[in-house]
């Protein structure tokens, strides 16, 4: 299975928090990428949060969009090999279908989505 594997998700009201889980095909690398996409109907799969695989307790090496700057936390748990995405204080437009994304070299592997609807 070449192929990270996301759950997590489910319905929240705004104002909520939700992690969400992702746990990677094989041991995440110092050259692993892990990251979180978000897609909704009609528009673009965009990001959210990645982090390298180098990371070390502190943030360094960790890209948010500004849409979620302090209100999401993207961190790893490599002897899990999961990464994971602590969302709160959630709102309605965070609604979509959230992606993770395992990059190794320049090779992309995705996972199949988890669902997170916040309702306002």
């Known amino acids: 299975q070449v192929q990270p594997v996301e759950s997590g998700g489910g319905l929240v009201q705004a104002g909520g928090s939700l992690r969400l889980s992702c746990v990677a095909s094989?041991?995440?690398?110092?050259?692993?990428?892990m990251g979180w996409y978000r897609q909704v109907p009609g528009k673009q799969r965009e990001l959210v949060a990645r982090?390298?695989?180098?990371?070390?307790?502190?943030?360094?090496?960790?890209r948010y969009a500004d849409f979620v700057k302090g209100r999401f936390t993207i961190s790893l748990d490599k002897a899990e090999r999961t990464v994971y995405l602590q969302m709160s204080s959630l709102k309605p437009e965070d609604t979509g279908l959230y992606y993770c994304?395992?990059?190794?070299?320049?090779?992309?592997?995705w996972g199949q989505g988890t669902q997170v609807t916040v309702s306002s």
């Open positions: 094989r041991s995440i690398l110092s050259s692993t990428t």
């Open positions: 994304l395992e990059r190794r070299g320049n090779y992309d592997y």
């Open positions: 982090i390298a695989g180098s990371t070390l307790a502190g943030g360094l090496g960790t």
